[in-house]
């Protein structure tokens, strides 16, 4: 993936600190190698721990990562439904308006910051 495509905070704190960002790549290799989840069950997985956790960026890196692993809007849309009675009906709506920001562009996320 170019850096253009990923979120301009992204890029900005990998230009600051690449060695941090490194090491929190290869964490996230090594997750995803420890078990027999493939990529895109790992990234519905971990939408709906963004959409816990209210996190709008992370919601939509997911979601991108999740349609790039072959996911369809709907899968997308239902992991989230899924978790309404764990999370919350406004945990869950939140992140429901932010991966339709997501889908509107095509599969990219927003990009707010000019770096």
Do not use: C
């Not at 495509?5 to 490194?22: C, D, I, N, Q, W």
């Amino acid at each position: 993936m170019s850096d253009r495509s990923l979120p301009g905070h992204y890029v900005r704190t990998k230009k600051l600190f690449p060695e941090y960002l490194a090491a929190l790549d290869a964490l996230g290799e090594a997750a995803r190698k420890a078990g027999p989840l493939d990529d895109k069950t790992l990234h519905l997985v971990q939408l709906t721990a963004s959409a816990a956790l209210r996190s709008e960026g992370a919601v939509h890196s997911h979601a991108r990562r999740a349609l790039e692993a072959g996911a369809t809007p709907q899968e997308i849309r239902h992991a989230l439904i899924g978790v309404t009675s764990t999370i919350g009906f406004p945990n869950v709506t939140a992140a429901l308006s932010w991966i339709e920001d997501v889908f509107r562009r095509g599969g990219r996320a927003p990009r707010r910051l000019k770096i």
